[in-house]
């Protein structure tokens, strides 16, 4: 019988490749996305796609409730999404407080509930200077309590923690993946806009990796 495990997909090229991997590891897996607001729902609707096509049972989870406890974020809020690199200062406004240690925490709830043991979760080392939730030391301090936290261990399984986003393309396109079934951009409109920090670092990615990005773009990256 297959090991069962949860996944935390969000729709996106990083959770897109460790969902494949964690399949061709051989789990049963259960994806897990969260609506908590984003602006625009195209990464669901990827997402569901997605899952459908593999006969995976996909659940998502309205979240949105909590935003009226959370302060500001450009990804849900009406303040304008900054153009540019992660890097910079100003992608600060892109952090939902606390995000990550909330979704960890309804994961791995969910894993106890269906009897799974693992949490597979895409978090690398490219988020690490503007998200502190994103960085090695807080997954290990979440795994660490999740294997105390309940009747039942549940280890949370990031396998490119200390990887970059290239390195996570570059193990995608090994395993065959096709990206045009993922969705990076923070606008939702049919092409990806280009500009945005995240269509930068996912442009950048298939750059270092030679590749070209099967999305369609409004316009090529300056
Ligand atoms: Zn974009």
Redesign the pocket.
Known sequence: MKEKAVVIYSGGMDSFTVLHKALAAGYELYPLSFHYGQRHAKELDVAAAVCQQLGLPHKVVDIRAINTLLAGSSLTDDIE?PQGHYADDNMKSTVVPNRNMILLSLAIGYAVSIGARKVFYGAHSGDHSIYPDCRPEFVQKMNAVSLIANYEPVEVVSPYLSQSKIDILRDGLAMGLDYSQTW????GRER?????????E?LEAFSLNQAQDPLPYEQAEA
């Open positions: 999404i990076t951009c923070y606008n990806a806009c280009g500009k945005c920090g995240a269509c930068h996912r």
